[in-house]
């Protein structure tokens, strides 16, 4: 295989996207199936060690996770030329085009949970941090968005995967 | 929703109601 092979090319992005999304995935289960459940059962004076030394450090493979996949994501979805054809769902593109309205959705879905950890989930945990001055209330205001959205973000999961899983495995 | 939400089993049962959805519109445009 000559390395001016494009499909060499591609494999090596995809490889990207899908370590990126594990890591960014991998700590949104963390968030969800772990350390948000177990932090009422840990007594109060331990509690500041999650929040001042394992939560920025999970946020920071978090949020840099969901960036370089959407990255890799979209580089793929160009090098393999569908990226409009996903962008559109697959409507009025040549038959069949069941790929790329399974992979379209994924997209669709990926780029919402990534706009919620960016613009949502990560300027509120700031605040939740302190790294972010705010009053008592508005830290409790963005304890309750931030902990929403991530649990919207692990709903879209679910079919997100679905839909990526399909578009790559669909003959 | 919020009810739904702050329940770790209720957001795993939405996901896959809402995987089940997804799967039904990509047969339905396909």
Request: glycine letters at 8%; aromatic letters at 14%; charged letters at 10%.
């Given at each position: 295989?000559?390395?001016?092979?494009?499909?060499?090319?591609?494999?090596?992005?995809?490889?990207?996207?899908?370590?990126?999304?594990?890591?960014?995935?991998?700590?949104?289960?963390?968030?969800?199936?772990?350390?948000?459940?177990?932090?009422?059962?840990?007594?109060?004076?331990?509690?500041?060690?999650?929040?001042?030394?394992?939560?920025?450090?999970?946020?920071?493979?978090?949020?840099?996770?969901?960036?370089?996949?959407?990255?890799?994501?979209?580089?793929?979805?160009?090098?393999?030329?569908?990226?409009?054809?996903?962008?559109?769902?697959?409507?009025?593109?040549?038959?069949?085009?069941?790929?790329?309205?399974?992979?379209?959705?994924?997209?669709?879905?990926?780029?919402?949970?990534?706009?919620?950890?960016?613009?949502?989930?990560?300027?509120?945990?700031?605040?939740?941090?302190?790294?972010?001055?705010?009053?008592?209330?508005?830290?409790?205001?963005?304890?309750?968005?931030?902990?929403?959205?991530?649990?919207?973000?692990?709903?879209?999961?679910?079919?997100m995967l679905y839909c990526m899983v399909f578009a790559g495995h669909y003959y | 929703m919020e009810k739904l939400l702050n329940s770790l089993t209720g957001t795993i049962i939405a996901g896959f109601v809402l995987t089940v959805i997804v799967a039904?519109?990509?047969?339905?445009?396909?």
């Amino acid at each position: 295989m000559e390395l001016s092979d494009f499909n060499w090319w591609t494999q090596f992005i995809r490889w990207g996207h899908i370590i990126s999304g594990i890591m960014w995935i991998g700590h949104l289960w963390y968030f969800n199936f772990t350390q948000t459940p177990t932090m009422p059962k840990i007594p109060a004076e331990l509690r500041p060690a999650v929040v001042r030394f394992i939560l920025p450090e999970a946020l920071f493979w978090f949020r840099w996770g969901a960036m370089f996949t959407l990255g890799f994501g979209l580089i793929l979805a160009y090098m393999n030329g569908y990226i409009l054809d996903a962008i559109k769902l697959g409507i009025g593109s040549p038959s069949p085009h069941t790929k790329a309205t399974a992979i379209g959705i994924g997209m669709w879905l990926g780029t919402i949970m990534w706009f919620n950890v960016w613009f949502i989930i990560w300027p509120n945990q700031q605040k939740v941090m302190g790294t972010v001055s705010a009053t008592p209330d508005e830290v409790n205001a963005a304890r309750r968005m931030a902990g929403l959205t991530s649990r919207v973000n692990t709903l879209l999961s679910i079919p997100m995967l679905y839909c990526m899983v399909f578009a790559g495995h669909y003959y | 929703m919020e009810k739904l939400l702050n329940s770790l089993t209720g957001t795993i049962i939405a996901g896959f109601v809402l995987t089940v959805i997804v799967a039904v519109i990509i047969h339905a445009l396909a």
